[in-house]
């Protein structure tokens, strides 16, 4: 009979089929990007296809393969010793295995005594971490391994937290550094976290193994590690199939069942509705589609309103909001009507960008019609506004409390999320009274659910939507992303759907900004009149879970992201009336002075 092993991973599932004699006849390695039951189905129709219907002694084993285990009724066996199975078998010289998956690390020294060491909750130094910087680079995890076969420097990259290595290498990518470089100190970061992280002062000698998708699919990393740790050529072991060394494991394990794999779909698909259904849960978002229409329909009233700029004469106001990754540009007519809108990644180039939107700008605007003022705010305010001679700089808070008082007379909270960045503003007898900024975490932001969406093969807007309707919201909590991993990784394993862990997610950064950021004790401190605005509140599941968490209705504009530039519009716009009002008042009071002529 044939033996089978399936190895349900963090981020992929592996499928082999062996013969009598131990040789390998069928092999996958499919990414589940999160939906591990259609991915399982998938590699085992793809069997069937290869192999025909055999009836198989089978067993599962990984991280989120237990869940698994109970729908195919198939026995499941603890990765360690599916590993440490195929090891002694096909490579019994092993000394110590070096094992990284899409968010596992381990460790494993052989010996008198089996010892394995593993990440606990950070997934900083596994594929995952490499996806998310290759994002960065704008390539993949192989276009990263390509990359740092020419490598010349090596820079230092913090790989423990997603979030700090950005840190360390989006200067670098703005600064030019060569992205060979780049790559080759990412993979440098993973090799040191792993050592430091898993070693932890224990001498890695002898023969040296490397398993796991990574090690297999790229090179650069296994050097990188080879000469870190002065490996002698001959004692390094890299086998055949190391990718799949653990489902192995599985496909010899004495205990399994013995199935076709017609039958193992069939229980698959019959029994994961009910048994995989995740245990801590939220309310969902919306009950059905009307009360979601109606929703909308509400929000829908807090909209600017638009104007052609081709018609427009007369003075009109320019707003920027030139920030440390994006550039926001408003231009205004004196009734507060929208005549022209950017909103761009400024690529590191916050001047270049907005001169370029200028160009544009000035080739659409009627010859009628005139920049009367203009303003600017943001982290490039003082360089644009040196630059570019801009009338006014404003500080980025002002900007957006008064495009925030513009929607909603008398607000007296506003909470702004931006991609990295988020800020609580107070009001108190219409002058700001208290701001509270995130600090070193960006897990309340817009990149911290951007990254999951990317991680899962979700465009940002399709993984916002399928929240909406989530029938299990999961409660992920409030933590950074690394952590967040692995609460993921958990709901995963308890059936949770890509639209429950959307939702959770949403949910997660509202209860990080109103309980980590703001320290919120009740609603009632957030006050009555409140605007929700930042680019993060573009997602619908967002501002709905911050509705729900605070219980408040909000007022979110349709210009949520471009508020800083609304406001510096609006700003523009009232100091060019105000000096308007001064000159005339000037000119009243001169004329009021002049002695009367009379006839003599």
Known sequence: MYKAGIDVGSTTVKLVVFDENDKLLFSRYQRHFSDVKTATVKVLREAI??????????????????????????????????????VEKLIPQTDVVIELGGEDAKMTFFGDTLEQRMNGTCAGGTG?????????????????????????????????????????VQPLINEGARKEDIAASIFQAVVNQTIAGLASGRKITGNIAFLGGPLFFM?????????TLNIAPEHVIFPENPQLFVAMGAALEEEQAQLSLTQIIDNLEKNTSKSLVPKNTLDRLF??????????????????????????????????????????????????????QHYSNNQGQPLENVIAVLKDLYHQLPKEAFIARSC?????????????????????????????????PGVDFILDIGGQDMKAMSVQDGALSSIQLNEACSSGC?????????????????FAQVALLAEHPVDLGSKCTVFMNSKVKQVQKEGASIADIS?????????????????LKRPEDLGEKIVCQGGTFYNEAVLRAFELVSGRQVVRPNIAGLMGAYGCALIAQEKYEDEIALDNQKQTDQTAAQPEMTMG
């Open 503 to 519: 939702a959770g997610l949403s949910y997660s950064v509202i209860k990080n900004a109103l309980y980590k950021v703001i320290k």
């Open 219 to 227: 090179s650069e990393l296994r050097q990188r590690f080879i000469e």
């Open 287 to 340: 009950e059905n589609q009307t009360e979601l229409k109606d929703w909308r329909e509400r929000h829908d009233e807090a909209s600017a309103k638009y104007k052609d700029i081709s018609a427009v004469s007369g003075p009109v106001f320019l707003g920027i909001d030139a920030g440390s990754t994006t550039s926001k540009v408003i231009l205004t007519d004196p009734c507060g009507n929208i005549l022209f």
């Open 446 to 462: 817009g990149s911290f659910i951007e990254t999951f969406a990317k991680s899962l093969k979700y465009d940002v807007r399709d």
């Open 128 to 168: 995952a971490f490499i996806d998310q910087m290759a994002e960065l680079l704008k390539t993949d995890a192989n276009g990263v391994n390509e990359l740092a076969k020419d490598y010349e420097t090596i820079y230092p990259i913090a790989s423990r937290c997603g979030v700090f290595a950005k840190t360390d």
């Open 376 to 408: 600017v705010t943001g982290y490039g305010e003082n360089l644009i506004k040196a630059a570019l001679r801009v009338d006014y700089g404003e500080v980025e808070t002002v900007a957006h409390f008064k495009a925030a008082n513009y929607f909603n």
């Open 49 to 86: 296809a290869d192999i025909g219907d055999q009836e198989v002694s089978i067993a599962i084993t990984g991280s989120g393969g237990i869940g698994l285990s109970d729908a195919a009724d198939i026995p499941f066996v603890q990765e360690v010793i599916a590993a440490t199975t195929t």
